[in-house]
């Protein structure tokens, strides 16, 4: 059973930077996609990021586009979200999660491991 475990969540200013980090284990992220999803609170769980299992095709929410870049490294079996120039409406609940195939989509249930979730808290 894959588990995922995600770090680095924090409370931030505004145009400040975090780097989210989702560890796997009991399995591996190799030749699956893998991608990051936000939770808002009152709101629905919504996209932000996914990687193919390549490396190679990364996708991103219009919102985040220039600002966040997901990276992976299938040998640590660790993926990575890197957020610059964080917003107040970037506060949320970030997930990650492996896909069940090799390319990503956009939708929750392209993905069927997920973590817990990390709080991340932009303060004007």
């Known amino acids: 059973q894959v588990q995922l475990a995600e770090s680095g969540g924090a409370l931030v200013r505004v145009g400040g930077s975090l780097r989210l980090s989702c560890t796997a284990t009991?399995?591996?992220?190799?030749?699956?996609?893998v991608g990051w999803f936000r939770q808002a609170p009152g709101k629905e769980r919504e996209f932000v990021a996914a990687?193919?299992?390549?490396?190679?095709?990364?996708t991103y929410a219009d919102s985040v586009k220039g600002r966040f870049t997901i990276s992976r490294d299938n040998a640590k079996n660790t993926f990575w979200l890197q957020m610059n120039s964080l917003k107040p409406e970037d506060t949320a609940v970030y997930y990650c999660?492996?896909?069940?195939?090799?390319?990503?989509?956009?939708?929750?249930?392209?993905?069927?491991?997920w973590g817990q979730g990390t709080q991340v808290t932009v303060s004007s």
């Open positions: 999660a492996r896909a069940r195939y090799g390319t990503t989509q956009s939708g929750r249930d392209w993905y069927d491991y």
């Open positions: 990687v193919t299992w390549t490396g190679y095709r990364t």
């Open positions: 009991g399995g591996t992220i190799n030749r699956y996609g």
